[in-house]
Each structure stands twice: as C-alpha cells, then as structure tokens.
C-alpha cells in the first residue's frame, strides 16, 4: 500500500514539473516509468499513473477554476455538452488525465513483467 | 503471452496519446487542449488582471500605457513610431485571434482553419477580389513613407505579441480550432479595411432589379422601387444650392434584354447594417457647446468589432475607438473635435456581362475591340485535403466573379465582372491619421480628401461652436439609372466614365438649424448634379432630424434619450389606417384579436421591451407585405422584396392594385388593400394567441432578444438572447443579429466630455471577466463616461505599465 501511495506521489509530482516545459503526453512517460522504476501488482498498476495524474490535474484544474469564478468552465461545459454542474469540467479534465495516465503506468508495469522483474 | 499484454497495452495507449494530441472533425486536440499546464485552463483569467509593470518591447523611448478601470488602454508615447507599435501591441495582447481570424476571413482562408466547408467562402473572397483589392492599398503604403511607417510600426507590435506567445499563453480559439497565428503585415490592416468595405457596400441589388423589371415592366418597377420615395428628407437639407456639373459623362441606355438571372447572389450588406450621427451646435445646447453624436450599426459579435483606446504623443491625444487589426482611432475625438461616422450606403459596385471570344476566355469584347484578360490562379490551401484551385479572370472592369461554375444554378451561362471602388488604390488610413490629430474644420476637410471606400457620411463637430457632415467616399457619376441593372459590358458607355468630384460630394457646415445628421437616408433631394444609386433608411432618419429640430437646450442625458429612442415612425405613420380598416364590430370581445387591437390602440408606437403592441404590429405588417408581395415568391431566380413604405403607399393610393390579388386564397372573392390588411390582422390574432399559449413571452423585448455572436459562430462563446428594446426602424436600431455596435456622445469644450458604451468587453478572450463586461450596460441603455487622460492628468489610471526600450 505504501509503494502505491510513493507511486502516485511521485507521477504526480514528477508530471508537474516536466509539464512546465514539456508537451501534456510527458504524463504517460512519466507514469510508464515509475511502474517501471518500482513494479508491483499488474492489477493495481493502472491506478497509480490514473490517481497520480487524476489528483493532481484535479487540483490544478479546480484552482484556476476557482480563481477564474467558473466562468470559462461554464463556457466549455456547454461547447462540450456536459451538464452546467459545478467543477464537472475539471472532473472530466482530470478523468481523461487519469485515464491515459493509467494506461501508461500500466503498460509500464507489464514491460517489467516481461523480463520478470 | 507476457510480450502479447504489453505489446497490446502499449498499442491503446499510443493510438490513444495520438488521437489526444490531433484535432478530430469538429473536436480539438483533446490532450493539448484540456491539460490544466498549457490547454484551455490557462486562458482562464483571475478578475484581477495580470498588466506587468514592465515591459520591453523595441520602442525608441520610454513609455507608458495606463489602464483605466475599464481596462481602455491610454498610450502615451514619445514619437509615432513608438505611438502605434504600442497600439498594434496593446490591440493583439487583447483581440489577436479576431484580428487574424477576420482577415483570414477577408483573404479567402477559412479553409485553412477549419477544412473543406469553407471552400465556398473562401472561392467567393478570391474571386470578388479581396486579396487584390488590399494588395494594391499596399502599393499605395509603400510610396508614401508616412503610411508606410505607421503600418510597420503597428505590425512591429502585433509581432512582438504574436513572438512572446507560448503554447500556454496562446490565444483560446487558436488551441481550440488547433492553429498558429502567423506573422502580422501590412497587407492584412488592409484586408481588414477591404473587410470593412464589403461589409458596408455590398449592397446594389443589379440582379434582383434586373429580373424584377423583366417580370412587372418598367412602369410598376418605378412605382415600387423609387428613386426616392416621397417624404424623403435627404442628409443635406432640401433647398441647398449645389455647384453645376463640372465632369461631363456620355448618356447610355439601360438594356435588361430580358433576360433573368438565376445566379445566387453572393454575401450582401445587411439592409439593417446602418448608423446614426449627428452634431448640434451650440446655439441648441445647454452648455453652448456643440455635442457630437455617433452610433454605428453593425452586425454584433464577439469579440467586438471595436476596441477603445486613447493615443498620446507630441502631436496627437485622440480617444475613441479602433478596429483592431489597423493603426489609429476610427470614431472618436480629441481636444479640439469629434466625428463620427455612418455608412453613406451609395451604390459603388455595378455588374457587366462579359463576352469571351471563345472559352480559352483569353479575350473579351469592349468597344467593337478584343481586349486580353489576366488570369488569376487562386490557390485555396483546405485543412486536411488537398488544396483547391480556382482561375479568375480580369478584365479592365474587374474581376469576372460569376463565370464556369461559382454559383451557378441550371445551365446558365452568363459571364458577370464586378466593378466595385474598393479595388482602386486608395489609402484610407490617411483619413484617420489626419482625423486623429486635426484642429479645425480645415484640417477635417483635408484629411477626407483621402478617404474613397466605403463610402461614409463623417459628422464633425469643434470646440469653436463649428458642425459639419460630408457624405465621403469615391463615387461614379452615373448617368440616370446606369448600373441599376445588370450592363452589356461590351458597351462603352456602360462603363463608369467619371468619379464625382471629390469638392461636389454633399457636404454642408453650420447650417441655420443648428444641426447636421445623417442615418444612411439619401445624401441630397433630386437637384443634385449627380445620379446616384443606393439602399437608403427611410424612418429612423426623420425622427432623428424631428426631434434635432424640435430640441432646444440639448445635453448629454437628452443625447443619450435620443439614441435609444425606441419611436417607430412607420407604425405612426401607418397603423391608424390599418387599424381603421379592422372590422371592428365583427371581434368577440373575449377574443385575441380585441386584446390585440387593444393594445394598439393604446401603443405609443414605442418598441420598448416590456410592450405587446410592438410584438403585434411587427407580425402584422410583415404578414401584410408577405401577402402583398406573394408574387414574387418561389421563383427559380432571385427578387428583392420592395422597401415596406412601398407597400404602405400601395395601401394608400392604389388600394385595388393587381398585386393585392393574394395567390394562396384564389377561390375567395377578389382582394384589396383593405381585405388583405385585415386578413394580416386576424392571422396576427393567431399569432399571438400562439405565443401566449405557448408561453413564449409575447412581450417584444423577447421577441426582439438579440445574441451577440462569436465570430467563429460558437454558441458557448456568444451571449445569447439578450433581451432589449428597440427596432430597425428606430433610432435605436436593435434588429438582431444588428444593432448599435458603439453608443458614443460627446461635448465639445475647453476640455472635451465624452459618454460610451459597446455591447462587448475590452478583452477578446472568452475567459475573461472583461469579455463581456459591458453588455448589459449597454442592454439596459446606460452608458460609461469616458476617461480621456492628458501627459498631467492621469489620476484615473488603474494599471500602469513602463514600457523599456529593449536593446
């Protein structure tokens, strides 16, 4: 349960700072690397590139949105057809975030498989 | 099986990353655009806006640009290099996407942005000559060093903005259409002008006027499409002497062979695209100084058409509004004047048939002699396919736009060059540039020498108790009726033989009564030297000038009472007679129809939000002329429906005319006038019953709700169903998707005081609080008092930022 939780942290924060200067897909590089790095249980893999990404990009998305006052995730909820509910645009960032993220961790976790490790 | 797991886990996360990182039909780049780092997120704005303190930018001498509270930009620089690369800069960090995307829009490139459904868009662009038309406004900036100087200094800034952006800084629209802006030129300020000219111009009718004389004969044609109607009271006051003819021009006959013409008509004018100015002097005003007012209506969108601004340097302090995308101020005022402007709505753009001498189209005929054509390839570059390729043939007259298969309908086969002013050389920033610094009526007049396409009637007003309005532009002297159709263009004859001289434009100053005002009516009455063509108002312009006359003691808050005037002179002037033919005896008193008449007969003429008369007489005489005018519907080419006051005066004087007979109901006795006005009513009665029953608020200002559009006709960045008082046929010309675009009312003075309002925001970026700041002020009629700064009063300055020069 700890390697998890060390998993995740470390997508997470590693995504953060080579977001800065690299293109968003540096998160499913980031995430198959770490599954990579430490290994675990094929069938937990997936969420530690998908909460990783899926809590950071949730934060970040809600603080601009906050600071913003919902204004353009209105706008982009209704582009997008999603329901006018509260943060819905930044779930579905994170979600979608998640989701590619996971599938990299993952991914990452069955090349270790591979050679055994 | 290990190797299979990953190679097949592997796959799905590749196709997915690269799916997310590619746009996909209608959708963006999903990864790059929802990713809270660099994806739509960072186009979200805090209410607070972030203005550096400092910036560096290539600026000759230090400077500085203070925002007021508003977010206007007032620039004060040292020179006028410095003056309009700060303005190209502070313009794009606000409306970049607008600016490239108009004139993107203006060059025939849509296609480029958003794929193959521009095509016809975009072919239509090329082939009116858009592009040539701006290319040779370069030709002009390029001898005169002036021009040419102030567009490189503006372009400089838009680059400089458009150099410091970064994937995440991008504009929003850009990461949502997936696109980059390009470098800023010259050529584009002029194919956003050439956009304006199109815009406002497009509005001769030689097609429509061509098949509708071919169908009812020349006799009804002049009964429902007059020259001038009567009652009409021209820009320059009826009884004005003018000067004699001092260009002679051969006379031609008109020739309409009888032959219909079935091509679509391409992109036209709006006829509700119009504007109100006028100045009163000081001998009406409280203050004894003259107030100047403008409001110019226009197509309304997001972001607005208009940015304000204030320019400072050594010889110019100008404030007012601009068109982003090209240097100076094009409405506004300074500390010695204010002008404004309207659409002068004269007809500059005539079609002639073309007769190739054989389909190489390498040669057409004008005056019994071959002449050689130019061919034009237009290459149309199409978002994921390949590019499109379109030759447009030129002649002495102008681009041949209908030719081959542009939208041709059937078989026809008719060859049609369009002549239109906006393609001669001219250089119309000039205009602008000795507008912004001028200090007297002198200096006005000379700076509209400059000024040919489109055509404007600019009102003027100075701090010495002077008015003035000129009627603007560059327009052929015609003789009577040329170009009201389609023209043999092998005729010598046909072609325009002389431009007006600019001195002979209609123009008048300080006139006895004490105002000038124009509202797209006719520029003159009918001793005019000159014939002209155009699409002119025939209301709104005289209650304006009612009640200029009738004002005494003006100030600003009456000014602001008049622009938002909501009095519908065509109802005043003709609904006591519809009503009088109402069978009155014959309505149940519980009925629909009595509650309609009711409040008509009670109506003020007022469309003012909260009424159900406006509602009830807007449907009712639009259904009346739908019955008067059912002959020309569904025919296979295309007819422009007469001007309403046709139908009015048909009510009044020719009560049993043929064309009362209504189509749809043969078998019922005989129709006139009366009947068939009556028949409107009771459908009206249905009508609103309707609306009642269906809970869709009678009430007009829901009928009358207008949406503010985003450019690229985004539902989810446009502010929508605005609900607001007002008509076309009112000063306050609020006729969705038209209205007034910039309310502006200044007072002359030692120091000028101005009023503003636009229905937008200072902020082109749909995640800005500043977006749509405005809009509701504006809705509700109320306007800002405009902060016009000097070098020693800057105190309403909120933001304030240095501008270093950057070695």
Redesign the interface.
Known sequence: MKIIALKIALIAGISFGL??FL???V??IVA?AIEILFGGKTSLSFFSGFYGIFIY?LI??SI??I???F???K??A??FHLPQIPFIVAL??AL??G??AG??S??GN??R??FNL | MKILKFIVSLSITLILVFSMNMKIGMLPPLGKFINPVNGFWQNAEKPEPEIPAELKLKVNASSKIIYDERLVPHIFAENIHDLYLLQGYVTASNRLWQMEFQTHAAAGRISEIIGEKAIPFDREQRRIGMLFSAENAVKVFETDTLAKQIMEAYSEGVNAYINSLTEKTLPLEYKLLDYKPEEWTSLKSSLLLKFMAKMLTANEHDFENTNMINLIGKEKFDLLFPDYFPGTDPIIPRGTIFDDVSVHIDSGKVSTNGKQTTYAPIEKTDEHIGSNNWAVSGSKTASGKPILCNDPHLKLSLPSIWYEIQLNAPDINVYGVSLPGAPSVVIGFNDSIAWGVTNASVDVRDWYEITFKDDSKKQYLFNEKWLNTTAQIEEIKVRGAKAFYDTVYYTHLGPVVYEGDFNASGSQQQNLALKWTAHSPSNELATFYFLNRAKNYSDYEYALTFYQCPGQNFVYADAQNNIAIWQQGRFPARWKEQGKFIMDGSVKENEWQAIIPQKQNPHIKNPERGFVSSANQHGVDETYPYYYLGMFEHYRNRRINSELSRMQKITADSMFRLQNDNYNLMAAENLPLMLDYVKKNELKNDSVEKLVLNALEKWNYMHDAEMIGPTAFDLWWKQYTTFVWDEFEDKPYKLLKPHPSAAFRLMKEFPDDKLFIHLTTKDRKPKNAINLSYDAFYWTGLKINELITEDEHPQWGFQNAITVEHLARIPAFSFNNLVTGGYKYAVNAVSPPNGPSWRMVVELGDKPKAWGVYPGGQSGNPGSHNYTAFVEKWAKSEYYELVFMSKENQKEGKYIQQIIPEK
């Open positions: 977001q800065l293109p968003w897909w998160i499913v198959f990009w970040y998305a601009i949105d600071q913003n006052g204004i353009l995730s706008k982009i209704l582009l579905v960032t979608i975030g989701i590619v599938l990299g993952l991914t069955l090349f498989k591979m």
